[in-house]
């Protein structure tokens, strides 16, 4: 029965820094395969501990991380952040005139009348808030994006996950990633039980995919609660970037 996996993605947004798009997904990890009792006549993999005749025995993979570092998971991410760099482009150039039209208003000191510097405070509120709401729609959009392409590329991956194990003779298989909700489901390990790197291979031989040429940079933390997402702050000076 084909697994779909549910994720959650808090995502940073597009940002006015100049810095690009920020991505992540922080959610729990999909249900391990049904366990397989081991037995002595199980083939422990390469790098692999072994498990006393009769005993389960236990692997662990980061799985965020695998979805992620597939050169399919690397390739989309790409293209998905390319895709939005045009909406990010916009972004930094309303941040940049916001900055602008407020050095200005500061330069002018008691040049202006109340009036004209009435005036030109609130449109400068309202290309903050337009700013706001465009950086609300074009992260929102994003979010729904990666939540695709994530999923695509986890449900196949998880796949491959059940035929390692199988293969393998592992009877459980512990997720170490990490989210904002939780700490790690393992909170320790021997290295010699963590799959992760060889889930990626099996993968990228199954999918056929080429490793990019470049690798996706690498997601950052989400920007804070405090502050709407793309929106620059709103000092008396400039915007902060």
Known sequence: MKRVLSRSFPIACLVVSGLGLSAIAQAPAPAPAAPAPATATDAAPAGTATAPTGATRVAVINFQAAVFQTNEGKRNIGELQKKFDPKRAQLKAQSDEIDTLKKQLQASGDKLSDAERQNRTRAIDEKEKALQRDGEDASNDYEQEMQQTYQQVAEKVYGVVQSYASQNGFGVVLDASASQQQLPTVLWANPSTDITKAVIEAYNVKSGVPAPAAEAPTPHAPAPASR??????????????
């Open 228 to 241: 709407a997402p793309g929106t620059p702050a709103h000092p008396s000076g400039t915007t902060s970037h």
